[in-house]
């Protein structure tokens, strides 16, 4: 079966970094993606990577090994605004996205 | 430029009921999704549309029904409502389903059925 795994929850100060991590079992693969979703609202497209490496963006960079099935998100200068859920979707081999339940992230003050 | 939209934003249905949700895109997307998010669970996929005039069964499309007619609406249609299908509902595009092509969102719609 096809499942992809994230903690369920996670809490960080304001102003710290945090790394989520996302392992995935997939048939096949073609590409990964990172979402956020503040509650009660749409997913929102974060970042993409097909190759292994880290892609950075802003305060927000996604690495990727596909050797390993891994990914993680890591989050700088972290705010309250990013209290959110961060949610991880592998494309797999029909080009569908397969997605994990997501990490719910809470900033404290 | 709204995006994508859908309605209603919430409904309470009662079990045997029809029931279709609504969702148009201004984008010109090839590609549009249906998806169920349930608490604890990952956004499963109910059905898709490559393109207008196509679609295509996801991983849970039992007691769900969508057309594609043109390029801008995707109604997902719940034949007769039963309890297990209370969940957010969320429609999707992307300008094709492969590539770096990201799916983009619409607002969800909220149905509980009694």
């Known amino acids: 079966g096809q499942n992809i795994d994230q903690p369920t929850e996670m809490t960080a100060t304001e102003g710290a970094i945090v790394q989520i991590n996302c392992t995935y079992q997939t048939s096949g693969f073609n590409g990964l993606f990172w979402y956020q979703q503040h509650a009660g609202e749409a997913p929102t497209f974060l970042s993409y990577n097909v190759l292994d490496g880290l892609e950075e963006k802003g305060r927000f960079s996604s690495f990727l090994s596909r050797s390993k099935g891994y990914s993680y998100l890591l989050l700088k200068e972290l705010q309250m605004k990013d209290s959110a859920s961060y949610l991880c979707a592998v494309r797999d081999s029909n080009y569908q996205l397969i997605w994990g339940a997501g990490t719910k992230l809470i900033i404290k003050p | 430029i709204a995006g994508i939209t859908q309605a209603p934003t919430s409904q309470i249905l009662a079990a045997g009921r029809r029931m279709t949700l609504r969702c148009t895109q201004d984008m010109r997307h090839n590609a549009m999704y249906w998806y169920r998010q349930d608490l604890g669970l990952g956004l499963r996929l109910i059905h898709y549309?490559?393109?207008?005039?196509?679609?295509g069964k996801g991983e849970v499309p039992d007691g769900y029904s969508v057309s594609r007619a043109n390029t801008d609406d995707f109604p997902l249609t719940l034949a007769s409502a039963v309890p297990s299908q209370t969940s957010v509902y969320f429609c999707?595009?992307?300008?094709?389903?492969?590539?770096?092509?990201?799916?983009?969102f619409g607002p969800g719609t909220r149905l509980t059925v009694l």
């Open positions: 999707a595009s992307s300008d094709s389903m492969g590539g770096t092509d990201t799916q983009y």
């Open positions: 549309s490559n393109t207008a005039g196509t679609t």
